[in-house]
Nanobody, 123 residues
Framework: QVHLVESGGGLVQAGGSLRLSCVASGLTFSSYPMGWFRQAPGKERAFVAT????????YYADSVKGRFTISRDNAKNTVYLQMNSLKPEDTAVYYCAARRYGAGTDQNEYDYWGQGTQVTVSS
């Protein structure tokens, strides 16, 4: 049984930083591209960042490019999202997800999802 467990969310002031972690179990983590998505209040879930299985390729939504960094540690079965220069519009529930074939932005192509972690950015 696959489990993805996010942590690291919380309340932070605008301009601050947070690092989200997502620990995976029940799958061969090093074989799975991973992604981060977020869902703001009243909005649909949206793509944030993705990383390939080896960590050598990443891709970001325009809204977070230059501020967020996705990375992974396959020895720890963990994917990270370093979030800097946070803005109130970054407030959302953040989800990590795993997909079998190729890193990408389409959430419909992700096979496994975590429960999410809340990030709140105050102005």
């Amino acid at each position: 049984q696959v489990h993805l467990v996010e942590s690291g969310g919380g309340l932070v002031q605008a301009g601050g930083s947070l690092r989200l972690s997502c620990v995976a179990s029940g799958l061969t983590f090093s074989s799975y591209p991973m992604g981060w998505f977020r869902q703001a209040p009243g909005k649909e879930r949206a793509f944030v960042a993705t990383i390939n299985w080896s960590g050598t390729w990443t891709y970001y939504a325009d809204s977070v490019k230059g501020r967020f960094t996705i990375s992974r540690d396959n020895a720890k079965n963990t994917v990270y999202l370093q979030m800097n220069s946070l803005k109130p519009e970054d407030t959302a529930v953040y989800y990590c997800a795993a997909r079998r074939y190729g890193a990408g932005t389409d959430q419909n192509e992700y096979d496994y999802w975590g429960q999410g972690t809340q990030v709140t950015v105050s102005s």
